[in-house]
């Protein structure tokens, strides 16, 4: 009889389930293994994503529509734009709006990634855009219009920036990756006004 007690006392030891983290706090490669099993339609969202994704999927999709009003600004001035001083300005909004629309793809594709959907209907991507559609009046206004919707780009980017923290850092990454870029372009808008002869 003691020994079939023991007996059972051991088996029920041994069916205790295993510790899912380790004492630095790493999750054991079990329960790594058990969680990567489940859940395989959410992609490269697994069990320790903690952030609210359809409340970021909308931030992003905000995002997005930014970048695509900036695209079609910029190319808009681009065909536009006349004067003398015209030429070398045209050829920043040109590389301006290209490299806004490598940031919209780059949105788009992590807005995918997450399990969303870009929205890109054009008939509200105005309305959700942080930045305006300005045509300006002449190329110094469209130069200086340019500018606000940077430093709009960029105080939206970094308050996203700083909502994520530390909770989704490949998208953290990619939106530090925009910011730079934006700063960029937003002092190259200053240089040009700083530096304007005449109207």
Same mark, same amino acid.
């Given at each position: 009889?003691?020994h079939s007690a023991k007996t059972a006392k051991k088996h029920a030891v041994s069916a205790k389930p295993?510790?899912?983290?380790?004492?630095?706090?790493?999750?054991?490669?079990?329960?790594? $293994?058990?969680? @990567?099993?489940? /859940?395989?339609?959410? /992609?490269?969202?697994?069990?320790?994503?903690?952030?609210?994704?359809?409340?970021?999927?909308?931030?992003?999709?905000?995002?997005?529509?930014?970048?695509?009003?900036?695209?079609?600004?910029?190319?808009?001035?681009?065909?536009?734009?006349?004067?003398?001083?015209?030429?070398?300005?045209?050829?920043?909004?040109?590389?301006?709006?290209?490299?806004?629309?490598?940031?919209?793809?780059?949105? @788009?594709?992590?807005?995918?990634?997450?399990? /969303?959907?870009?929205?890109?209907?054009?008939?509200?991507l105005t309305a959700r855009s942080h930045a305006e559609y300005k045509e300006g009046k002449n190329l110094?206004?469209?130069?200086?219009?340019?500018?606000?919707?940077? $430093?709009?780009?960029?105080?939206?980017? $970094?308050?996203?920036?700083?909502?994520?923290?530390?909770?989704?850092?490949?998208?953290?990454?990619?939106? #530090? /990756?925009?910011?730079?870029? #934006?700063?960029?372009?937003?002092?190259d808008f200053r240089d040009l006004l700083n530096g304007w002869i005449g109207d």
């Amino acid at each position: 009889m003691k020994h079939s007690a023991k007996t059972a006392k051991k088996h029920a030891v041994s069916a205790k389930p295993a510790a899912t983290t380790d004492e630095q706090g790493f999750t054991s490669v079990q329960t790594l $293994r058990k969680r @990567a099993r489940e /859940g395989l339609d959410k /992609g490269p969202v697994t069990f320790t994503y903690t952030i609210d994704r359809k409340q970021l999927v909308a931030k992003l999709n905000d995002a997005l529509a930014t970048e695509w009003v900036c695209v079609l600004r910029y190319m808009r001035h681009y065909f536009s734009a006349e004067g003398m001083l015209a030429e070398p300005v045209k050829a920043e909004f040109l590389e301006h709006a290209k490299e806004e629309q490598s940031h919209a793809d780059l949105i @788009a594709e992590r807005i995918v990634q997450l399990g /969303g959907e870009p929205d890109l209907n054009p008939a509200t991507l105005t309305a959700r855009s942080h930045a305006e559609y300005k045509e300006g009046k002449n190329l110094r206004d469209m130069v200086k219009e340019n500018l606000i919707a940077e $430093r709009i780009a960029i105080d939206s980017y $970094r308050e996203l920036i700083n909502w994520i923290g530390d909770r989704d850092t490949t998208t953290k990454r990619m939106l #530090e /990756g925009i910011l730079a870029m #934006e700063e960029e372009h937003a002092d190259d808008f200053r240089d040009l006004l700083n530096g304007w002869i005449g109207d």
